[in-house]
Structures are given as C-alpha cells and as structure tokens.
C-alpha cells in the first residue's frame, strides 16, 4: 500500500500518511521517556559550530521530552542558559549551532525563497472552511530544518565514499535561463537584475530586490523563484559524472534524504 501511495498527502482536515500510522505516529517517531531504536549521525562540534569529527552508530535515544514547536520556541526564548532545566539547556545550545550553520549555508550560497504553507480554520458541523491562515515559522522550525539537512549532507558523504557507483543520492541541476526569462523581465521593469548562473548569485540578487514602498514585493519575487527552479531528483550516483551531483538550491555538493 505504501508504494502505491508513494507519498504523503495533505488535506483541509486530515493527512493520508504513506506509511501505517503505528509507524509514523509511533514505533518510528521519538517520545519523551521513552527508548527508540535509530541509526545516528554523531558529530563532535565546537561552540562555534566547526565539526570536529563525525560517526555513525545503531543507537538506543531516550528523549528527555518531547516538545511541539511551539514549546521548543519558549525554550529557546527564555533569558539565560537555561542552566538549570536539561531540556531548556539542549534547546538552547542547538538553536546557537543551527543558527551559525545556517549562516554557513547562505554564505555558501544557499537559497531561501518561499513557499507559504496556510492552515484553515473549519465549521464544526459543517466542516466547511471558515477562515484561512498563514502557518507561521519559528526559530525552532529552523533548528530542526538545518539539523536534518546536515544529517543529509553527511551520510550522502558516507554513503559516497563507500559505494561510489551506488548511492542514492538527490539532485537540484542548475535552473535554465527560459525557465527564468519571464520572472527576470518582470524583475527588470521594476529595477532589478536576477543573476541565476549559481544559487550564490540567485540569493545575493534576490536580498537586493528590496522596494521600500512595497515589503511584500522580496516575498513575491522568492514565491515566484520557488516555481522557476527544477524540481530535484533522485538518481543513482553512477548514472551522472560528480559535477552533475551538485543540488542548486542548497550549494551542496552531495545530498541524500537520510
């Protein structure tokens, strides 16, 4: 059943989950308190976020809890170190290394550009859509983000070294210009000059389009990259030469969905 869903998908009121809800909701989901076998990425960082080294085990995590994002936010903005609360203390100090790797990321050329989830708000007997919002995304939305990605690029890394031909990896090809053309013509009439040849220039000219009178205008233009970039792939890493490896979007030489 699974592979004939291949997906997950998303609706109004509900989600139809690819996988059985005993998995996804449970046996394969950490809780607090409760021990969970995993496959680990272990990284020795320094509080400047430089890796120091790296390791991969069969692992037994116990959570010390389990907190909804909104939860993990009030962590992260309370005064101080959190010292005296474990949990308070761990959120904190990963939300410090994820911002530093995320700048690390855009400095390399990492794009952001957006793509608004919205949530609706539904008639209780009806259940008829009343209102509509826009799902709004936390810091602590990012700290799991910007680990997950890391754990990506590392096991790509692993997996490379070890079966060069092999390895299912995922790749983001550079976007072409036709896909852009009309989006930079539009961008042109306003004053702007998209750059595409690498995400690097992509993001720097998109942090430029900045109009004054209009703060919505930057959103619309990362809106409409977003529908301009190729669509990523997965493919076999002996099916295209290293240099067509590159995921664009992430100026990541290697990435994998680990």
């Known amino acids: 059943e699974a592979a004939n869903r291949s997906t997950s998908t998303y609706l109004v009121d509900k989600r139809l989950d690819m996988l059985p809800k005993l998995l996804t909701t449970d046996l394969c989901s950490l809780k607090g308190n409760v021990d969970r076998y995993a496959f680990s990425v272990l990284w020795e960082v320094t509080p400047d976020a430089h890796i120091v080294d790296v390791d991969f085990k069969k692992t037994i995590i116990h959570s010390i809890a389990a907190l909804t994002y909104q939860q993990a936010q009030g962590h992260i903005d309370l005064p101080g170190d959190g010292a005296n609360d474990p949990a308070v203390s761990a959120v904190k100090r990963l939300a410090s290394l994820a911002r530093q790797f995320r700048k690390i990321r855009i400095d390399a050329g990492a794009l952001t ?105 930057n959103k619309l233009l990362r ?33 994998t969905h680990f």
């Open 113 to 217: 550009l957006a793509s608004p989830e919205v949530k609706f708000t539904l008639d209780t007997e009806s259940l008829n859509p009343t209102d509509v919002q826009s799902y709004a995304l936390l810091e602590a939305n990012a700290l799991v983000e910007e680990f997950m990605l890391l754990a990506n690029v590392t096991v790509g890394k692993k997996i490379l070294r070890h079966y060069p031909t092999l390895s299912i990896l995922r790749r983001h090809p550079r976007p072409t210009r036709s896909n852009f053309a009309a989006l930079t013509s539009k961008a042109q009439s306003r004053g702007f000059t998209l750059a595409i040849d690498t995400s690097k220039q992509l993001a720097d000219s998109l942090d430029l389009a900045v109009l004054p009178s209009d703060p919505y205008f």
């Open 223 to 255: 809106i409409l990259a977003t529908r301009c970039v190729q669509p990523a792939q997965y493919f076999c890493s002996g099916e295209y030469p290293a240099k067509e490896w590159h995921h664009y979007g992430l100026a990541a030489p290697v990435y």
